[in-house]
């Protein structure tokens, strides 16, 4: 089964977002390159370059998450499994890393600054999901929140990285992935505690009646199937 066109024109915008950013110049320069016709390119991305840089981003999660399909992860810990999360999809986009640079300025921008922030936090719910997360009340948005910061901050240090093999970037990965293991542990800490447990019985009652987005059908948030579909279709 060969390229489609769709693809075709993200990978010829690659190399054009390196010196002009992702920017209606760089989506010209892309169809000119392939030859496919502009109208039908602007279908596949009505926002040009902005929906571009979507469909870039989601592409890497997607590697990611084959990625994380395809490895024996089972000798892991379960902390290291998250890392990999992590750096598989930070690997997925070593090869492009300006266009990543590119990315982060964009969706930093304050009109776009929501759609970047709803991208990190698909990333962090793919890795959550990967790895088979069964949380079904306030944890599966803590657990979501939590690692979209953590790889928000690790995006940034590899990006200014210059160490061998991204040595210092896996090393800061180490780190912040430590943090998240001391929530998650002081979490189960206090919900094991008797003291705390009736201390906490009406806030736990609480958060314990919250739900992921899927149980109220609600396909346009994101981290849930669909999410995107109406702002980037195929």
Request: net charge negative.
């Amino acid at each position: 089964m060969g390229i489609s066109d769709k693809d075709r024109l993200l990978d010829a915008v690659l190399d054009h977002v390196i010196f002009d950013g992702w920017s209606d110049t760089a989506f010209d320069a892309a169809v000119e390159e392939t030859g496919i016709d502009p109208a039908l390119a602007t279908s596949y991305f009505p926002r040009k370059a902005l929906d571009m840089a979507i469909a870039f981003h989601k592409r890497g999660d997607a590697q990611m998450t084959a990625r994380l399909a395809s490895e024996n992860l089972s000798t892991m810990r379960y902390r290291d499994r998250v890392a990999a999360g992590v750096c598989y999809r930070l690997e997925a986009a070593a090869d492009h890393k300006e266009a990543v640079r590119r990315g982060s300025a964009l969706f930093a921008l304050p009109q776009h600054a929501l759609t970047g922030g709803q991208l990190v936090w698909g990333t962090a719910d793919a890795i959550w999901t990967a790895l088979g997360d069964t949380s079904n009340d306030h944890n599966w948005y803590t657990k979501r929140g939590t690692l979209s910061g953590v790889y928000a901050a690790t995006v940034l240090f590899w990006l200014g990285d210059e160490s061998m093999d991204h040595e210092a970037t896996w090393a800061f990965l180490d780190r912040r992935i430590d943090n998240v293991m001391q929530v998650e542990k002081l979490k189960a800490q206090v919900n094991n505690n008797p003291a705390a447990s009736k201390l906490l019985a009406g806030p736990n009652w609480l958060l314990s009646q919250i739900r992921p987005p899927s149980r109220f059908g609600m396909s346009d948030l994101p981290g849930q199937t669909g999410y995107g579909a109406a702002r980037n279709p195929d």
